[in-house]
Nanobody
Framework: VQLQASGGGLVQAGDSLRLSCAAS????????TGWFRQAPGKEREFVAG???????YYADSVKGRFTISRDNAKKMVYLQMNSLKPEDTAVYYC????????????????WGQGTLVTVSS
């Protein structure tokens, strides 16, 4: 599975942004997909995940603000981010793994190149 993330940018606090991740290869519909982020000097952290069945998982810090979705026919994964905060500033990565969701980046096999989201106060 190859992944390519896009949609990052510079926004103000309270704004919205939608990230997209295009996948290619293998049987995408049977993979769990997710979004992680990494701020400077910090470890990569889980943001949101979605199983092939559509079950969604979120980090507590983004619940109620972010929504993950996927379109298996188009092999696309999206992260709708609303009410953005300065602490959401990070490089965002999309990821995929066969089987179900896991909340640690160590269990994910395929990664996109990352897209930078900067939220100014």
């Amino acid at each position: 599975v190859q992944l390519q993330a896009s949609g990052g940018g510079l926004v103000q606090a309270g704004d919205s942004l939608r990230l997209s991740c295009a996948a290619s290869g293998r049987i995408f519909s049977e993979y769990a997909t997710g979004w992680f982020r990494q701020a400077p000097g910090k470890e990569r952290e889980f943001v949101a995940g979605i199983n092939w069945s559509g079950d969604q998982y979120y980090a507590d810090s983004v619940k109620g603000r972010f929504t993950i979705s996927r379109d298996n026919a188009k092999k696309m994964v999206y992260l709708q981010m609303n009410s953005l905060k300065p602490e959401d500033t990070a490089v965002y990565y999309c990821a995929a793994r066969p089987g179900g969701y896991r909340n640690s980046y160590r269990y994910w096999d395929y990664w996109g190149q990352g897209t930078l989201v900067t939220v100014s106060s």
